[in-house]
């Protein structure tokens, strides 16, 4: 987007644009360990119990994993996950 472009937004918008970017670009950089990296977005009106529901069927699924190295490192980032929730 231009700097004309941005400033034909209104400045709150510029702004939420800029975070946006900013947010994309951090994502793009993230890198994990094959399985080590999870995204979780949750929509804004979203239950977080339900959220945590979910992470605790997705550890025990885990546990299903036949990879000791994959299984460990699949439910150690759900389980960081899930200790991010309760903050």
């Known amino acids: 987007m231009s700097f004309q472009q941005n400033e034909d ?9 800029w975070r946006m970017k900013k947010l ?10 094959g ?3 999870i995204s979780l977005h ?13 992470l605790r069927e997705e550890l025990g699924t885990a546990g299903n994993i036949k990879s000791h190295a994959n299984k460990v490192a ?4 759900i389980k960081a ?3 991010r929730l309760r903050l």
């Open 42 to 54: 949750l929509p804004p009106k979203e239950q977080i119990s339900r959220v945590q529901k979910m």
């Open 35 to 37: 399985t080590s990296l």
């Open 9 to 17: 937004l209104g400045s709150d918008d510029a702004v939420e644009l």
């Open 74 to 77: 699949v439910q150690s980032a």
């Open 81 to 83: 996950t899930q200790n």
């Open 24 to 33: 994309l670009h951090n994502l793009q950089d993230a890198r994990g360990n």
